[in-house]
């Protein structure tokens, strides 16, 4: 049984690099799902796709933030012009339409951002 | 304006004896609960869930329990085992339809004392 998995693990990068995280949802779930994770809070929700169709993308932190998932398995979160504020705990998430409302998620190991 | 709280930071409990975690909500629309278990350098594990229908799920020697009108839950641990040290998130979800994500409180430290 393989879990959500996500590559790097870790990323150091300087301020105004672009980086770009992946993640592979459990292989038949068909919804994934972005947070972030901030020193002593929860994780925050980004974005949702099911399937391809990336169907809430209004909670992405700014314009700096996109997500992909181009055939619906894989995907990818990049970062623009990073600003030392994003270094953050970046985890992703999916689930299956119905588990047996779909509600629970099930994450991957997070993608650690230090922006120097 | 947090929608999930859960106001305890850090909980010891002694090795054996009964761990409680509290989680208050402010938003009505929440319909679905979680509790997830955190440990360091991993991404949450999902526990336990309660549909906002039922008062009370369990699942071995994870209960939790939903109070709607005072909207408030909360996770009973028996018995505590020293692997339970972790910290614990609560989560709510409205209408199950995964485009609102989970709203997550801010974790609470669970420290088992042998």
């Known amino acids: 049984d393989t879990g959500v998995s996500q590559d790097p693990r870790h990323k150091i990068t300087k301020r105004g690099q672009n980086v770009t995280f992946r993640c592979d949802p459990i292989?038949?779930?068909?919804?994934l799902y972005w947070y972030r994770q901030t020193l002593g809070q929860g994780p925050e929700f980004l974005t949702y796709f099911q399937n391809e169709a990336q169907l809430e993308k209004s909670r992405l932190l700014s314009d700096r933030f996109s997500a992909e998932r181009p055939k619906g398995s894989f995907s990818t979160l990049e970062i623009q012009r990073t600003e030392q504020g994003d270094s953050a705990m970046y985890l992703c998430a999916s689930s299956p339409t119905t588990f047996p409302r779909g509600d629970e998620q099930f994450f991957g190991p997070g993608t650690r951002l230090t922006v120097l | 304006d947090q929608q999930v709280k859960q106001n305890s930071p850090s909980l010891s409990v002694q090795e054996g004896r009964i761990s409680i975690l509290n989680c208050d909500y402010t938003n009505s629309m929440f319909d679905y609960f979680l509790w997830y278990k955190k440990y360091p350098a991993e991404g949450p594990t999902f526990l336990i869930s309660i549909s906002s229908i039922k008062d009370k799920n369990e699942d071995g020697r994870f209960t939790v329990f939903l109070n709607k009108s005072a909207k408030h839950l909360s996770l009973h641990i028996v018995p505590s085992q020293p692997g339970d040290s972790a910290v614990y998130f609560c989560?709510?979800?409205?209408?199950?339809?995964?485009?609102?994500?989970?709203?997550f409180g801010k974790g609470t430290h669970l420290i088992i004392q042998p």
């Open positions: 989560a709510a979800s409205a209408g199950g339809g995964g485009a609102d994500g989970l709203t």
């Open positions: 292989s038949e779930h068909n919804r």
